[in-house]
């Protein structure tokens, strides 16, 4: 559970929180979704959801859309899709704003606290019982994530670790052996695999990237305490030295927009990444070989989790009606039709099956046990911002600053 001071102003609607994250939770199968729901004397409402992803993810969401009201009679639900993460998040607070943002949106763990803390998102407490949901049917530890201050922010959808995705075809064609398991590993092998106008790794400039090497030395961000920890200092050493050597690259640096990208027009051969990989690829490059590790070590094993909810917005119209939508999203035939395309559902029912049904992850099961929330600081946006604009302007704008000097600059603002 994270504790987070409420702020005083609501001015921060202008602000663009970029996320690497990723990834998204019909006829009703969770046991009491519906119990409640379609009583007579309830208004019609439309009801707006908003989400990024791919177009896998649209196709199961219209579909649950389509079939609400068979549990939700009084529910008309529209879904809004977002090009992007990066504008998701540039758009939304202007929408805010103005008053036309969607009713409830499925979010990371990754960059929720600081709009929790700014007060944007809805705590669902008093709305659960009138909804008629049932909140047991998630593990614990997922709704721990999406609790502050004892309230219940979110709605679970899915839990993931985070992996390293390997091009099986140049791999084997590279007769490399054994996958990587450290990092030293990883760069013996980019240095075999940089060839031909391929790169041997792509490490996006992201916080999310830049997060899980720092957990596989034993560092993170310890909410803004311990920025500029030796751990921390040694896992960004670790990505720099890289980009020195000519063996890795940034998305940017190709035109495109994130990794998964690159990846998948087979112009880098290993990434750190997550999840929405998996349908992804199936959609950009179905032909593509690929292997999903769990996050190589520097000193100790350690990744991100990503967690998904459903977050409803603090200016919904209709809050019991935008919860019990959210939670109708969550239903065990939506989320095994998401299971399908590679996210592990935040339901006690599916998610034992998940690595059955997903063998491309199975190497990621014990990831569970060594992964955690990414403790970024509560003014998250200012954080990431500073992270990505000193490091990207010593990999791609000449500066020469040391990881050290990069990261004692980053812990001064938030000291």
């Known amino acids: 559970m994270r504790r987070f001071k409420k702020g005083s102003t609501f001015l921060v609607l202008c602000l663009a929180l970029i996320v690497g994250l990723t990834a998204c939770g019909g006829n009703n199968t969770n046991e009491n979704a519906g119990n409640n729901s379609g009583a007579s004397g309830q208004e019609d409402v439309t009801i707006t959801m908003g989400f990024w992803g791919t177009a896998q993810d649209l196709q199961v969401y219209q579909q649950a859309a389509d079939a609400i009201s068979e549990t939700y009679p009084h529910i008309t639900l529209n879904i809004k899709q977002y090009p992007s993460s990066e504008q998701f998040w540039n758009i939304l607070p202007g929408e805010i704003a103005a008053g036309v943002a969607p009713d409830f949106i499925k979010i990371s763990n990754e960059g929720a606290f600081e709009y929790i803390n700014k007060g944007l998102f809805t705590a669902l407490d008093e709305y659960i019982e009138p909804a008629g949901i049932d909140m047991s049917v998630y593990p614990e530890s997922s709704m721990n994530i999406w609790q502050v201050d004892g309230k219940q922010y979110g709605i679970p959808n899915s839990d993931m670790p985070a992996m390293f995705f390997i091009n099986e075809d140049m791999w084997q064609e590279a007769g490399l052996g054994d996958y990587p398991t450290t990092w030293d590993e990883v760069e013996a092998a980019a240095k ?100 999903a590790i769990p996050v190589p070590q520097g000193t100790t094993a350690g990744s991100t989790m990503s967690s998904d909810a459903y977050v409803v917005l603090k200016d919904a119209k209709n809050k019991t009606a935008a919860l019990q939508a959210a939670y109708y999203m969550t239903n065990e035939e939506v989320q095994t039709k998401f ?48 992270l990505v604009k000193q490091v990207e302007a010593v990999i791609l704008g000449g500066s020469d600053k040391s990881a050290k000097e990069i990261l004692d600059s980053v812990q001064a603002q938030f000291q």
């Open 192 to 291: 075999t695999l940089t060839k031909d106008g391929v790169y041997g790794l792509i490490t996006n400039i992201d916080a999310f990237h830049i997060t899980n090497y720092a957990k596989s030395y034993g560092g993170g961000w310890g909410n803004g305490e311990t920025i500029n920890s030796p751990e921390n200092v040694q896992a960004l050493e670790q990505i720099m030295d890289m980009y020195k050597e000519g063996i890795a690259v940034t998305p940017k640096t190709l035109g495109y927009g994130w990794d998964g990208e690159v990846f998948a027009n087979e112009q880098g051969a290993m990434s750190t990444g997550g999840y929405w990989y998996k349908g992804y690829l199936a959609d950009a490059n179905p032909d593509l070989n690929y292997v």
């Open 339 to 386: 299971m399908e395309l590679g996210f592990n559902p935040a339901l006690k029912t599916l998610s034992p099956k998940y690595f059955e049904q997903n063998p491309e992850f199975k190497a990621i099961e014990p990831s569970l046990e060594t992964s955690s929330d990414f403790g970024y600081p509560v003014d998250t946006k200012k954080f990431t911002d500073e």
